[in-house]
């Protein structure tokens, strides 16, 4: 298996629910190895073929959407992804990337002390701490319009729901849309020329925002990366292994 697919694996949500251990280091020269993942869709490339084994699937409870207790098992917070790795266990899809491109793919990350190293952890650092956060509101008061209550509640709920919506959570998705539109009409890749692990971090708020944020045809740079990043072998090798994921 390659790297690619191996970070891919990261995203895949809890609705797939794959779980990968870490098999083993370094192995006749080569190098392998996976994780216990979860939760989300992500894709790399190049470590060693048979890196990594199938382990335990976790699925999101319908109800709640949270995952099951089972992965507090893994990691106290019970969230995907998380990987195991001999006796480290490692949250938050920012550290275990970072974490798995330090070990395994050194290809991932731009050399340090470039214009591009710096790029390359501003975006890993601002998928999950600036882009997801107002698409997470999104997801929450989506679901509370459409939550089950009784009728002479929900025309307040709905109402609440709508203007927190109107007046925050949109025109922030949209400025945040607009700000990473007009970054990679600087460079091919969120850190310059070269595909990285930063590129992986930032397809998951991309893919969040066109399941519900409003990415569409008129961000076409934004498109076109995500376009990129679904046809690359990895990913599809990813979606192969772990099944289709749904992000609402
Ligand atoms: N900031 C964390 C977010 C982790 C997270 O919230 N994962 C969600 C899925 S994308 C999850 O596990 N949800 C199920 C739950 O909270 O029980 C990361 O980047 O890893």
């Known amino acids: 298996m390659d790297l690619e697919h191996f970070l891919g694996r990261l995203g895949h949500a809890v609705d797939s629910g794959t ?3 870490i098999v083993g280091g370094r192995h ?3 190098i392998y ?3 216990e993942v979860s939760i989300g869709n992500i894709h790399c ?3 060693h073929r048979q890196a990594y084994e199938e ?3 976790y699925q999101r409870d319908r109800r709640t959407m949270l995952a099951p207790p089972a992965l507090r098992a893994v990691h106290p917070l019970g969230k995907s992804p998380v990987i195991s790795d001999g006796d480290l266990t490692l949250a938050e899809s920012g550290a ?3 974490y798995l491109v330090e070990r395994y793919g050194p290809g991932f990350a731009p050399r340090p002390g470039t214009p591009e190293a710096l790029r390359y952890r501003y975006w890993m650092h601002y998928a999950e701490g600036s882009a997801m956060p107002p698409l997470l509101l999104k997801l929450v008061f989506d679901r509370i319009e459409r939550a089950p209550m009784p009728f002479f509640v929900r025309p307040v709920a709905r109402a609440i729901a709508a203007r927190a919506k109107a007046s925050f959570i949109e025109p922030q998705i949209r400025l945040h849309l607009d700000y990473m539109e007009s970054e990679l009409g600087k460079s091919t890749w969120f850190a310059g020329e070269q595909f990285s692990a930063a590129d992986i971090q930032m397809s998951f708020p991309l893919e969040a925002a066109a399941a519900r944020g409003g ?4 961000f076409p740079r934004l498109t076109a990366f995500l376009q990129r990043i ?4 990895a990913y599809q090798r990813a979606l192969d292994k772990g099944g289709p994921f749904e992000l609402r």
Do not use: M, S
Not at 230 to 233: G, K
């Open 19 to 21: 779980a990968f251990k």
């Open 28 to 30: 006749r020269g080569g």
């Open 33 to 35: 190895g996976a994780f």
């Open 45 to 47: 490339t190049g470590i």
């Open 55 to 57: 382990d335990q699937r």
């Open 96 to 98: 275990i990337l970072e």
């Open 215 to 218: 990415l569409d045809t008129r």
């Open 230 to 233: 679904r046809a690359r072998p």
